[in-house]
């Protein structure tokens, strides 16, 4: 399956899940240290428009310039669908990107790279708001086996991600992947 394509259904899944927020929820604690709910989605917007810029341009400068506006709705739906026009060029999954402080890769693993955030925040939002997160099966899949072939070691480099958890042997696919993110399966807004 065309790695785009998942990231294309979880960014739907996500879609719902934003469009249930509220202003009042912005100020919510998000599962990402240190974050509220505006935070993240700003983190999202700028990813999506950086990801974007990178794969027309082959780089991008501003990977930490989300900006939510008036209308996070309408910011965190402008930044989707300028994510998915920039990556729907074949040709972009045979460039090199320069993705923020990670390196340069080809388009494939940017685009690996974009589902992964994509997967991880998705839960990050459902469990911020309090709603199910039902990612799509292979899309888990697919993100999984890239956070396998990230060390644990300097995993804190840059604040990208945090050193893993550890979770029963009989885990779920989806939760093996945000124990290897650093993230809490069990982590509730208290």
């Not at 979880?10 to 899940?17: A, C, G, P």
């Not at 990402?32 to 999506?48: I, M, P, S, Y």
């Not at 341009?57 to 920039?86: C, I, K």
Request: net charge negative; hydrophobic share 45%.
């Amino acid at each position: 399956m065309d790695l785009r394509e998942l990231d294309r259904r979880s960014l739907l899944v996500l879609d719902k899940i934003v469009a249930a927020a509220t202003p009042a929820d912005l100020a919510r604690p998000t599962p990402c240290a240190g974050w509220t709910l505006a935070d993240l989605l700003r983190h999202q917007v700028g990813e999506n428009h950086a990801f974007a810029t990178a794969a027309r341009q082959g780089s991008a400068p501003g990977w930490a310039a989300g900006d939510l506006g008036d209308d996070f709705h309408a910011a965190y739906r402008a930044s989707v669908e300028d994510f998915l026009a920039a990556f729907a060029d074949d040709a972009v999954l045979e460039r090199r990107l320069a993705i923020n402080h990670f390196g340069t890769f080809p388009g494939t693993v940017a685009a690996h790279m974009h589902l992964v955030d994509t997967v991880a925040h998705g839960w990050d939002l459902a469990r911020t708001l309090g709603l199910p997160y039902e990612p799509d099966a292979e899309a888990v899949r697919a993100a999984l086996r890239l956070a396998e072939r990230i060390p644990d070691e300097g995993r804190e480099v840059n604040g990208s991600f945090a050193r893993s958890v550890a979770v029963p042997a009989d885990a779920s696919e989806l939760d093996r992947f945000l124990a290897l993110l650093g993230r809490d399966p069990a982590w509730t807004l208290s």
